[in-house]
């Protein structure tokens, strides 16, 4: 029985993810500074009571590199880290596996611009002062690795017109992400602009090279 009553509430979760998760993407991509208001609000609830009307923040990340894993495997790509035997490579050798390492990758976008948010703020640093700003980074983040995958798969396509249409989405969703970020930036540290473009800028170095460093170890 209680095998049962928790494949009921499996079963009922992983399905109510079919609903919300859209509806969190209208949010994070229409209404960004909105959702990502809300993680403060979030907080002071119970634990149950949670995010109820949408998905929280890693589990929407998580889902957006699924999707876009989705798309690759309908367009037929094959999975190079699951292809590749080569360093760490070798460690990954199922879809669950690959998935895990692309969401701790693109999780380290929405960390680096969460850190440099708590010094600015003069916080200590620490677990609990980091949560809410890296919770709130995750929906942006979510928005630019979906689109950095699934323009990626994109590009990789044989017929042209998906393939510029790819790298139009990959860049879009770059400037899309530092656009958010620094208006969120200018808006809760209270900075000028350039300055939160500046910010953002270097979280994004920040990001780009731990991709780069954990895709040499896991390609050499």
């Known amino acids: 029985m209680k095998w049962l009553n928790s494949l009921d509430e499996l079963l009922y979760e992983v399905m109510s993810w079919m609903l919300f998760f859209p509806l969190t993407l209208w949010r994070a991509i229409f209404r960004p500074f909105e959702i ?3 993680v403060e609000r979030q907080a002071s609830l119970p634990d149950d ?5 949408s998905l929280s923040p890693p589990l929407f990340l998580a889902l957006g590199l699924l999707v ?19 360093g760490l490579a070798g460690l990954v050798s199922d879809n669950s596996t690959a998935l895990v390492l692309r969401v701790i990758i693109f999780a380290a976008f929405p960390l680096f611009l969460a850190a440099r948010l708590v010094r600015h703020r003069r916080i200590k640093l ?13 929906y942006p983040a979510a928005i630019f690795a979906l689109g950095m995958s699934v323009g990626n798969s994109f590009g ?5 017109w998906v393939s510029i249409t790819g790298h139009v989405l990959v860049a879009a969703s770059i400037l899309n ?4 970020e620094s208006r969120w930036f200018a808006r809760v540290l209270a900075i000028s602009y350039l300055r939160a473009s500046a910010n953002v800028l270097v979280g994004l170095l920040e990001g780009a090279a731990f991709l780069l460093f954990v895709g040499f170890l896991f390609t050499r």
């Open 126 to 138: 620490d677990r609990g002062s980091l949560r809410q700003p890296f919770y709130a980074q995750c």
């Open 49 to 53: 009571q949670q995010y109820a009307a």
């Open 36 to 38: 990502m208001g809300e």
């Open 68 to 86: 876009a894993h989705t798309v690759a495997t309908a367009l037929g790509q094959t999975d190079h880290l699951i292809a590749n035997d080569h």
């Open 156 to 160: 990789l396509d044989s017929h042209p």
């Open 177 to 180: 992400f530092w656009v958010i």
